[in-house]
């Protein structure tokens, strides 16, 4: 069973960056297509970027040029660098595993909270 663990959520302020992590296990992750969506208080989650086995990348509008998806396959580990932050940026941060040839996800995490303060 694939299983996957955020990590790296935190209170940071405005401008500020942080990097959030995703540990997967008992799967094949080099084989995975990986990606990070967030759900902002009281609205729908959303996709934030994708990274696909070869490290081809998509982003949201609201994230390009700020956040940064990768991957290390030696590791099992995808990442999301975030820069500039924003509060609304502020939303649990989920990340999923998925396969480059559908766009829907067989596998998510628990989730990370991000809370940027203005």
């Known amino acids: 069973q694939v299983q996957l663990v955020e990590s790296g959520g935190g209170l940071v302020q405005a401008g500020d960056s942080l990097r959030l992590s995703c540990v997967v296990s008992?799967?094949?992750?080099?084989?995975?297509?990986m990606g990070w969506f967030r759900q902002p208080p009281g609205k729908e989650r959303e996709f934030v970027a994708r990274?696909?086995?070869?490290?081809?990348?998509t982003y949201a509008d609201s994230v390009t040029g700020r956040f940064t998806i990768s991957r290390d396959n030696a590791k099992n580990t995808m990442y999301l660098q975030m820069n500039s932050l924003r509060p609304e940026d502020t939303a649990v941060y989920y990340c999923a595993a998925g396969s480059d040839f559908v766009s829907t996800y067989f596998a998510w995490g628990q989730g990370t909270q991000v809370t940027v303060s203005s």
């Open positions: 990274i696909s086995r070869r490290g081809g990348t």
């Open positions: 008992g799967g094949t992750f080099m084989i995975y297509a």
